[in-house]
């Protein structure tokens, strides 16, 4: 499941996950480690998400570019957490599986460590404006660099207007015993 850093793990946040209010919400103790890239991997969106209002991020192989992110160091039991949230099945049956990488870190570092694929990928869809602005926003306040954030805003998507991310019953659903925040 990746590096272990003092009975943590670490995890790779490209997506939704970099912004404080979604990985607060998931985790009760994230900190951020450092900012990292996955080199010769490109951040695509697949599938339709309500909740959204389109596609969902993945990262899938693209020789030559690079996805940025952030390095959280988690709990075991965050990992848990976030696995439920990710949809992330034993059995490989979910939307999304935890999926082992090796990163590099802004200290040059190579790290081992685990971020989550969508498991279905399919034709790429366009995300909502609204989560390219979630994601954006999570970039920004993770201090990701400024050139890679200016490609996320440019990234190509539907415009949206409402409030996002939508209210859904799944904040209802019991995970292990938490109330799941999920998203």
């Not at 034993?90 to 599986?97: A, E, I, K, R, S």
């Not at 694929?117 to 399919?122: D, E, F, I, N, Y």
């Not at 190509?156 to 659903?173: A, Q, Y």
Request: net charge negative.
């Amino acid at each position: 499941m990746g590096d272990a850093l003092d009975d943590h793990l670490l995890y790779f946040a490209y997506g939704p996950d970099m912004n404080p209010e979604q990985i607060s919400s998931r985790c009760d103790e994230p900190k951020v480690f450092m900012v990292a890239h996955l080199p010769e991997y490109a951040l695509k969106f697949f599938g339709y998400a309500d909740r959204w209002d389109g596609g969902l991020e993945s990262v899938v192989e693209s020789p030559g570019d690079k996805v940025y992110g952030v390095l959280y160091k988690v709990n075991y039991s965050d990992a848990d957490y976030l696995d439920a949230c990710q949809g992330a099945r034993l059995d490989g049956t979910g939307p999304y599986f935890q999926f082992p990488v090796e990163v590099i870190g802004e200290d040059g570092k190579t790290y081992s460590v685990f971020t989550y694929k969508k498991s279905t990928l399919g034709q790429t869809t366009l995300p909502s404006s609204g989560y390219v602005d979630y994601i954006v926003a999570g970039a920004v306040a993770c201090g990701l660099p400024q050139d890679y954030i200016e490609a996320l805003k440019a990234t190509e998507n539907k415009h949206t207007t409402e409030s996002l991310p939508r209210k859904t019953d799944i904040s209802k659903v019991l995970v292990g015993g938490h109330a799941c925040n999920c998203g």
